[in-house]
């Protein structure tokens, strides 16, 4: 059974950077690929960045391209997000996922190809 367990987030200036991690504790991935989401307080959850499990093809959000390097360790079932550049808008709980595909079908939502989902970890950018 998939088990996502996120960690790494806190408090940080903008400016400064923050790497998460998302371990599969059951260690039974088996989806296509896994991804970061995020929500902010009072608006709805947003995608951040995925990679292909087996391939490690990244795609980012328009959100955080630019600013953030998203990767995997197959072998201990880690994804990892590190992030640069942090700004006060990126303060959100972010959330890691398993995905069926890389991206939604044309028309279709993340939540639509979301097979797991994590507890969330919280970031908090200052001022």
């Known amino acids: 059974q998939v088990q996502l367990v996120e960690s790494g987030g806190g408090l940080v200036q903008a400016g400064g950077s923050l790497r998460l991690s998302c371990v599969d504790s059951g260690r039974a991935l088996r989806s296509y690929a896994m991804g970061w989401f995020r929500q902010a307080p009072g608006k709805e959850r947003e995608f951040v960045a995925a990679i292909s499990w087996i391939g490690g093809l990244p795609y980012y959000g328009d959100s955080v391209k630019g600013r953030s390097h998203i990767s995997r360790d197959t072998a201990s079932y880690t994804l990892y997000l590190q992030m640069f550049n942090l700004k006060p808008d990126d303060t959100a709980v972010y959330y890691c996922?398993?995905?069926?595909?890389?991206?939604?079908?044309?028309?279709?939502?993340?939540?639509?190809?979301?097979?797991?989902w994590g507890q969330g970890t919280q970031v908090t950018v200052s001022s």
């Open positions: 996922g398993t995905l069926k595909a890389l991206m939604p079908a044309p028309g279709g939502s993340y939540e639509d190809i979301v097979d797991n």
